[in-house]
């Protein structure tokens, strides 16, 4: 993977790119909630995807929003990364961001805190923190687009 590559995957995923953090409410969890990044791009051509997936990895999923949206006519794809491919991955990008470099910056603090999950007790209030600093830049970020 060269200059080029991070490039061009920066301008994908800070197009077409999904960078947030979720928590989700689980009873065997002793805090009581689970922390889970999603970090992916989506869309309509699978082969553009695959050609990432051969440099950057990941998974690809099908269909993402068929279910959700009814209105899509064509099937879209996504390509998502798991925790520790991230943290392989995002400090290698993150330079070549321009629209998402904040999130990614809050995804790898994220990540950071919750890297020894299974053997140390981490702050749900840090992490809760970051997702709603997260979830403020998305909505900043539809708001500008709609106003263009």
């Known amino acids: ?15 077409e790119g999904t960078i947030s953090m979720y928590r989700r409410k ?9 922390f889970s990044p999603n970090f992916g791009i989506s869309g309509n051509n699978k082969g553009h995807l695959l050609y990432l997936q051969d440099i ?3 998974t690809i999923c099908y269909p993402v929003a ?12 996504g390509l998502y990364w798991s925790s520790n491919q991230i943290r392989e991955l995002l ?9 998402k470099k904040k999130e990614a910056i809050l995804l790898l603090d994220a990540l950071e805190i919750t890297k020894d999950h299974r053997t140390k007790h981490y702050q749900n209030s840090k992490l ?5 600093e997260l ?3 998305k909505s900043k970020r539809n708001v500008i687009r709609k106003e263009k």
């Open 1 to 15: 993977m060269n200059d080029i590559d991070l490039s061009y995957f920066a301008g994908m995923i800070d197009g």
């Open 26 to 34: 689980e009873n065997r969890v002793k805090s009581g909630y689970s």
């Open 56 to 58: 950057f990895g990941g």
């Open 66 to 77: 068929k279910k959700r949206i009814k209105s899509i006519k064509r099937p879209v794809f």
């Open 91 to 99: 400090p290698k990008v993150l330079p070549y961001l321009v629209l």
């Open 128 to 132: 809760n923190i970051i997702i709603k």
């Open 135 to 137: 979830k403020s830049l």
